[in-house]
Every structure is written in structure tokens, then in C-alpha cells.
């Protein structure tokens, strides 16, 4: 099988690079070889070291491959541009100074859709003068990506930002070209956002360069779906749960990846809330089990 089985910084709670409650970036590395992988993400840029020469040494020690990062910046605001750009510029040179091939764009999580996480029939909507510039900033740094670094950009759906629901999605999807931007796919979130993963992962799978495996607990999400509970509340009762103790069909996903012959990276990402006192190396051993399982080598 060419698929390969990754994880990132996230499953150790590693959301910003500021965070006080944040593992040291040296132990994340440490525990994620010891989980039995041999790739990772960055993380969010300045959690690891900018300098080449440190990560390129560590990542040595740990035979880790460091595979892709994550821009999760405000997309939606156009007043926060220049964290954007500061963002993607940072990401794009620490990946290409490794081999990296993977950026992966998220808009961040806005207070606008906070509440609304899961539920598209409420969520505010851009109108169409918001739309067109929210979409020309991410076509923008994808083409930089692209062209600029030689990179391969995902979009990366995610709750409670205003890339959230699968209309939106495919609606940007027809809108840039798909030469400078593709799909990195989370199982996860498509879930939370009340979608199908599977099927729209058949209808799109040849556009879809990287994928994110994250599960969701049918049943906190249907508990803060009927509470309107929000995102951050949501986390914290535990809606990412390990991978096969959810509604995602990882079988299914696993089928449509072979047949469809994608080769490449699918990264872990066992989102945990570091106030719940979490096991994320426990977590990643099992989540690396369970797709070993189910027949990813």
C-alpha cells in the first residue's frame, strides 16, 4: 500500500504556538515516534524550531518525515491580513526546508460561527461582497503556495470557521482552480458539520491530495447539536473521540482511498482539550492500532 499514517502536534493539544499549556515541541516528537509513526506535521509555525538546521537534526534523531503545515489563521478577516500572510509565508519556507509537500489551509474559528458549529440551517452566512474577498485571500495565498514554493495547498474545512459546511466548500472548490488549490480532507470535522464523509469523498476524490483522519462521537454530537452547544464547549465534553469509537467509517474511507489507487500521507489528528488531562500518547498508539486494524500498514 502506498498510504503512509502520520500525526501532528494537535493531538498533544498543540492548537497555538503561544499556549502556555503547550508539551514541549521536543517531547512531542519523542512521543510520536515512540507512538510508531514516522511522519508529522508542524504544527502551528514557531512551535518548532524555524531554524533548519535544529528541526532537520531532531526530526533525524526521531526518523521522523515531516510531512505538511497547518495555516489556521483568520481567512474571514480581512482585517487580519497581515497574520495571514505572516502565517503562510513562515509555513511555506519551514516546509520546503524540510521536503515537505503538504500546506494545508484552514480559516480559524470566528465568533460568528462559534455558536453555531454543526448546524448549517443557523449558521450566519457571507454576503456576496464578503464572499468574493474571503475567497480571492485564500486563492491568494494558495497560488503562493503553489507557485511560489512548489507546494501542494489544501483547503481544510473546519467547524466553526466560515469554511465549515459542505456546500461552502464545494462552492470555493468550483470557484479556484484547482491547479493551485486542492482538498485536505478531516473526516472528523465533515461529520461534526452534519455531512457524509464517505460520500463526499467519492464525489471528489480526485481532487483530494491529503487527508486528516479525525472521529466524532455520535454521541456528544448529537448532545450539543440538540443543546446548541458551542465549539469550544463542544471540545471540551469530548466530541473528538479515538479513531474507530465514532461515526466515521474508517473501512469505508480506507476503500475509496484504494480504489481510487491515492498515494501519499493520511495524518492522525486526535484533537484533545489539555484541561481534560488527556493521554496523547496512549491516544496515538491506539488510534495507529486501530488503523493497522482495519488494513493501513
Known amino acids: 500500500m502506498n498510504i503512509r499514517i502520520g500525526n501532528a502536534p494537535c493531538s498533544w493539544g498543540v492548537e497555538f504556538a503561544d499556549d502556555a499549556r503547550n508539551p514541549t515541541w521536543q517531547s512531542v516528537l519523542k512521543d510520536c515516534a515512540a507512538a510508531g509513526y514516522k511522519g508529522i506535521e508542524l504544527g502551528p509555525v514557531g512551535f518548532m524550531p524555524e531554524d533548519p538546521a535544529v528541526l532537520a537534526d531532531a526530526l533525524s534523531e526521531h526518523d521522523l518525515e515531516l510531512i505538511g503545515g497547518v495555516v489556521f489563521r483568520p481567512f474571514h478577516d480581512p482585517a487580519a491580513w497581515d497574520d495571514v500572510l505572516d502565517g503562510a509565508v513562515r509555513t511555506c519556507k519551514a516546509l520546503t526546508a524540510h521536503g515537505a509537500k503538504h500546506l494545508v489551509l484552514i480559516d480559524s474559528i470566528s465568533p460568528r460561527r462559534a455558536p453555531t458549529a454543526g448546524r448549517v440551517a443557523e449558521a450566519e452566512q457571507m454576503d456576496a461582497t464578503e464572499w468574493s ?38 462552492r470555493l472548490l468550483e470557484e479556484v482552480d484547482e491547479t493551485i488549490l486542492k482538498i485536505c480532507f478531516d473526516t472528523g470535522h465533515h461529520s461534526y458539520a452534519g455531512f457524509d464523509p464517505v460520500a463526499f469523498m467519492k464525489r471528489h476524490i ?5 487527508m486528516h483522519f479525525k472521529d466524532i462521537d455520535p454521541a456528544v454530537k448529537a448532545d450539543v447539536i440538540r443543546k446548541r452547544t458551542g465549539f469550544y464547549d463542544a471540545c471540551g465534553q469530548g466530541i473528538f473521540c479515538n479513531l474507530g469509537q465514532g461515526d466515521v467509517d474508517f473501512p469505508a474511507v480506507r476503500q475509496v482511498l484504494v480504489e481510487a489507487g491515492f498515494k501519499g500521507w493520511c495524518t492522525v489528528e486526535q484533537d484533545c482539550d489539555p484541561t481534560l488531562d488527556p493521554d496523547p500518547i496512549g491516544d496515538a498508539r491506539a488510534n495507529r492500532e486501530y488503523l493497522e486494524t482495519i488494513g493501513f500498514k
Do not use: K, N, Q, W
Not at 512548489?150 to 473546519?158: D, E, K, P, S, W
Open 133 to 170: 474577498a474571503y475567497r480571492e485571500r485564500i486563492a491568494t495565498i494558495a497560488r503562493m503556495g503553489a507557485e511560489d514554493y512548489g507546494l501542494t495547498v489544501g483547503i481544510h474545512a473546519h467547524a466553526a470557521g466560515f469554511m465549515d459546511f459542505e456546500p461552502e466548500l464545494e
Open 206 to 210: 480526485d481532487r483530494i491530495s491529503y
